[in-house]
Nanobody, 126 residues
Framework: QVQLVESGGGSVQPGGSLRLSCAAS???????????IGWFRQAPGREREGLSC????????KYADSVKGRFTISRDNAKKTVYLQMNSLKGEDTAVYYC????????????????WGQGTQVTVSS
């Protein structure tokens, strides 16, 4: 059962921007605000890569080195939505992007769940 729904993916030229959204409309507000939410991506032939995490209150944020300075994560708890603003996109950013819940943002950006999205494709190409 999909509890999170990603949107905002698409095709963009190198150097362009996209904003991904992760909506948790199927979750109660209590459930939603009990978890950190983050983003990871999966490209063909590559390992899953954790990108970013934001705590339930938004007070703790973490980024992978590969996206630090280019991607910005934010959340609007009233709308039960997390955003990932992606700027200065590169060809190597091409992947399916997923959002998922996490128990806090401590440690490495692995160990996602129990809530997941179905993914949205991002393609960066000229």
């Amino acid at each position: 059962q999909v509890q999170l729904v990603e949107s905002g993916g698409g095709s963009v030229q190198p150097g362009g921007s996209l904003r991904l959204s992760c909506a948790a409309s199927d979750l109660t507000l209590t459930s939603y605000t009990s978890y950190a939410i983050g983003w990871f991506r999966q490209a063909p032939g590559r390992e899953r890569e954790g990108l970013s995490c934001i705590s339930s209150s938004g007070g703790e944020i973490k980024y992978a080195d590969s996206v630090k300075g280019r991607f910005t994560i934010s959340r609007d708890n009233a709308k039960k939505t997390v955003y990932l603003q992606m700027n200065s996109l590169k060809g190597e950013d091409t992947a399916v992007y997923y959002c998922a819940s996490r128990v806090g943002c401590a440690g490495s950006l692995t160990g996602w769940g129990p809530f997941w999205g179905q993914g949205t494709q991002v393609t960066v190409s000229s």
